[in-house]
């Protein structure tokens, strides 16, 4: 994952809303797929709880400019076939993957340098902690939840993560290394005359050392 590209968050954006998935939610979607893109993410892995939706389709948006690929992690069989006719033609674009989302994070998919999870499944706290142990640090991989406030409030107080008020909650966390890294936070901002929300990531530079003469 290589430096922001607005450029790329903004062709996604804008391709995921041409994909007709707005929903109940509409902003989440395309904030997921800016996200993606924007970061140059090129393998996205996502953890859905039962079939395939819009935040799949949200990454397929986001890997159509990063030339990136996207995996989906599904827990049945059943679920695969219903998956795939929710995606109609972008089905052909995401590979599926059967299994238990905490061993294949942890074993198979720890290049991945963007992991989207619902939080509506079972074992939601166990597959971030999986993918926080998995992936690589290296990579500056970033980990999203969607659905947080589903399973109630403050229960990722462990996982060192980003909570935003996006949709039904968004969780965000940066895996970097330790070395050198600059501290970031999430910030809210809601205008006042339309009520829409933005939402922006300040950078906070580590202090400077002071040198007396």
């Not at 797929?33 to 949200?58: D, F, P, Q, R």
């Not at 986001?62 to 990136?68: P, S």
């Not at 998919?109 to 509506?120: G, M, R, S, T």
């Not at 940066?174 to 009520?195: E, F, I, L, P, Y």
Request: with cysteine; aromatic share 8%; proline share 2%.
């Amino acid at each position: 994952m290589s430096c922001w590209s607005a450029d790329y968050a903004t062709k996604a954006y804008f391709r995921t809303l041409k994909m007709g998935t707005r929903g109940k939610e509409p902003d989440v979607a395309e904030f997921i797929s800016a996200l993606a893109a924007g970061n140059n993410a090129k393998l996205m892995v996502i953890v859905c709880a039962s079939i395939a939706g819009s935040t799949t389709l949200a990454l397929e948006a986001a890997a159509h400019q990063t030339g990136g690929h996207v995996v989906c992690i599904l827990s049945k069989l059943d679920e695969l076939h219903a998956s795939k006719k929710a995606l109609g033609s972008y089905a052909n674009r995401v590979e599926f993957v059967i299994g238990d989302a905490c061993t294949l994070l942890l074993d198979d998919y720890k290049e991945a340098d963007f992991v989207l999870i619902d939080c509506d499944i079972s074992d939601h706290k166990g597959v971030f902690l999986a993918a926080q142990k998995g992936l690589k640090h290296e990579k500056k991989a970033l980990i999203v939840g969607y659905n947080a406030l589903h399973k109630g409030s403050y229960w990722w107080s462990e996982l060192k993560t980003h909570f935003l008020p996006i949709g039904e909650g968004l969780l965000v966390t940066r895996m970097v290394t330790n070395g050198g890294q600059k501290r970031s936070r999430w910030v809210v901002a809601v205008d006042k005359c339309t009520g829409e929300e933005h939402v922006f990531r300040v950078t906070n530079s580590p202090p400077r050392k002071q040198i007396e003469a």
